[in-house]
C-alpha cells in the first residue's frame, strides 16, 4: 500500500473543486494523508514529517506557487512529486503532462513513472520553470498583491485562466516608459553590460501558459536558458512580445539574446533600488546580485506523459486474445 500525502490549496484559483473526494476515489487502495497548512512554515514541517516517515509520494494539487514552495523541501530527497493543476498558469504541470483528470494521472502513481529532471538554484532558493528580472517580475507581484487584497480577484483569476497573464502584460506595455536596468551578466557562454526591461531565467520552454520563450530548452538537459530583450523602443519590445506569444520566435531580433548555461551571475550596476526577482509564479526576496545555477537531476517526478496508457495497453490485450 502506497503512503500519499496531498497538499492542497484551496487558495489557488481553481482551489473550490473537490479535489479530495476525487483523489479518494482514484487512490482507494492507498493510503493518503492531507496535512494542514496555514503558513509556509506549517507547511515545511509538514514535508519535514512526510520525509521522515519516508511517505511515498507528496501530490500537489495548486499551481506553479505551491509547487515552488514543495520543491524547497523536496529537492535531492528522490521522494516522488506529482502535479494537479489547481492554479492559474499551471506551466509546471503542462510540461509534465499533468492535467485535471484525476483518474487518469494517478495511473503514474500505480505505475511508478518516475523521471529526474534539473532544477535552477537563485541565491538559495529553488525554481522548477521560469522566472527572471524587469517587467515581468513587476507584473507577477502586481498579479499576487491583487489576489491578496482582494479574495474576489480569484473568481477573476479562474475566469481568465492562463490569460490573466498576457492581459497585464499588455496593460504594462501600454505604459509610456518601460523601465529599463543596467546588468552585468557574467557565464561561460556570455559576459557583458546590458541594458534591459527584461531577463529571462528559464528551465522549460513555456512561461505563463501562452509565451514559448526558450523553445529548445527542456528541463532534464543540465542547463537553463537566459533570455534579454534589450529593446529600448517600446513598440519594438511589443512586437517582439506579440511574435512570441503567437509561437513565431523572433530569431532574427537583433535585441533578443538567448543562450543555454549551466551558471551564471547577475548583476544590477546603475543606482537602481533592489529588484524582486520572479520564479514559479512566485516573488523572491529583493537583491542586487543573484547567482543561478542549474542542478541536473535535483527532483524527482511522477511523469504522466511519459506514463503507459493502461486503458488503451486492456484494449490491446483483449485484441490479442
Known amino acids: 500500500m502506497q503512503n500519499i500525502s496531498v497538499y492542497l490549496n484551496q487558495k489557488a484559483s481553481n482551489g473550490s473543486r473537490d479535489w479530495q473526494g476525487m483523489i479518494n476515489n482514484a487512490l482507494f487502495r492507498s493510503q493518503i494523508e492531507y496535512p494542514i497548512s496555514n503558513s509556509i512554515e506549517e507547511l515545511h514541517e509538514n514535508l519535514d514529517r512526510d520525509l521522515e516517515n519516508k511517505v511515498d509520494a507528496i501530490l500537489s494539487v495548486g499551481g506553479d506557487g505551491t509547487v515552488h514552495s514543495i520543491i524547497q523541501k523536496l529537492a535531492g530527497t528522490g521522494v516522488g512529486l506529482l502535479v494537479v493543476p489547481g492554479g492559474t498558469a499551471n506551466d509546471f504541470a503542462r510540461v509534465i503532462g499533468s492535467s485535471g483528470n484525476i483518474k487518469k494521472i494517478t495511473q503514474t502513481l500505480r505505475q511508478n513513472t518516475r523521471k529526474k529532471i534539473d532544477l535552477i538554484n537563485i541565491n538559495g532558493t529553488f525554481m522548477a520553470t521560469n522566472g527572471g528580472l524587469g517587467f515581468a517580475a513587476e507584473v507577477a507581484n502586481e498579479i499576487n498583491e491583487l489576489r491578496k487584497a482582494y479574495p474576489n480577484f480569484k473568481k477573476f483569476m479562474k475566469f481568465s485562466g492562463k490569460n490573466i497573464y498576457s492581459l497585464f502584460i499588455a496593460k504594462k ?73 503567437n509561437g513565431n520566435f523572433p530569431h532574427d531580433d537583433k535585441n533578443l539574446i538567448t543562450f543555454e548555461t549551466e551558471e551564471a551571475k547577475i548583476d544590477l550596476l546603475d543606482g537602481a533600488d533592489q529588484l524582486s526577482f520572479f520564479g514559479d509564479g512566485e516573488i523572491f526576496n529583493a537583491a542586487k546580485s543573484w547567482n543561478v545555477k542549474c542542478l541536473p537531476g535535483a527532483l524527482t517526478v511522477f511523469s504522466p506523459k511519459d506514463q503507459t496508457d493502461l486503458s488503451n495497453f486492456s484494449g490491446q490485450m483483449v485484441s490479442l486474445t
Request: proline letters at 4%.
Open 173 to 245: 506595455m501600454l505604459k509610456r516608459e518601460i523601465t529599463s536596468y543596467k546588468f552585468k551578466i557574467a557565464s561561460k557562454e556570455y559576459n557583458e553590460v546590458v541594458v534591459a526591461p527584461l531577463i529571462l531565467i528559464n528551465n522549460q520552454p513555456m512561461l505563463a501558459g501562452s509565451f514559448e520563450v526558450a523553445p529548445n530548452t527542456n528541463h532534464q538537459d543540465g542547463t537553463f536558458n537566459i533570455m534579454i530583450l534589450k529593446h529600448e523602443n517600446r513598440l519594438e519590445l511589443i512586437n517582439c512580445l506579440l511574435n512570441i506569444l
